[in-house]
């Protein structure tokens, strides 16, 4: 019997983005998600996407962990209104605390950060380094590039296409959370072998 999910990590830009969607996304996927009584695991900033889903989180009467590095709490506008606030000493202790904390993650549109944090979340799972579910929340289309990539890397012969698969993606905080819940981690090895070419 599967265990019922009790927390998620949530990657997300510290800015807003220029589309109003990204932020009501965002507050959505907060609401959501302590309605449900998950917990949410994000960076522990109070700017742009970040501190939405935070915020809506916290209105909603949800838990909500934040994990800062010391040398971003200023930048980033550390938000002391959290569950939780964890300020770390650096950007891997920040992902490792965050990894700890969560048992799948969602990233929401953001920038670089949002991107690589995703992605090495994503190796982690397909590596054997966790068994957790990693997807994004495409809110009007904004991954839509990346998915493509990643379905150009598997046509170019460096995935395996059942690791691809194992990326979840959806436009609604409900739909990707049911992806969550059904995902199941893979028994294929990473190396691609002849047959796989």
Not at 8 to 24: K, M, Q
């Amino acid at each position: 019997m599967r265990v019922p999910l009790a927390s998620v990590c949530v990657f997300a830009g510290s800015n807003p983005g220029r589309n109003p969607a990204y932020e009501e996304s965002a507050a959505h996927l907060g609401r959501v998600l302590a309605l449900r009584g998950i917990e949410l695991v994000t960076g522990g900033g109070r700017v742009g996407l970040m501190g939405t889903v935070a915020d809506a989180a916290l209105e909603a009467g949800g838990r909500v962990t934040g994990v800062i590095p010391r040398d971003l709490a200023d930048l980033e506008i550390a938000h002391r209104g959290l569950s939780e606030l964890l300020v770390v000493d650096s950007m891997h202790a920040r992902k490792l605390a965050m990894s700890d904390r969560a048992q799948a993650f969602i990233a929401l549109p953001g920038g670089f950060g949002t991107l690589e944090e995703v992605m090495e979340a994503f190796t982690w799972t397909q590596l054997g380094i966790h068994a957790k579910p990693v997807g994004v929340l495409d809110v009007a289309g904004f991954f839509g590039p990346l998915l493509r990539v990643l379905g150009s890397v598997v046509d170019a012969g460096f995935v395996h296409p059942a690791h691809r698969s194992q990326f979840l993606a959806a436009a609604e905080p409900d739909d990707l959370l049911e992806e969550i819940r059904r995902w199941e981690p893979t028994t294929i090895s990473k190396w691609l072998g002849p047959e796989d070419r």
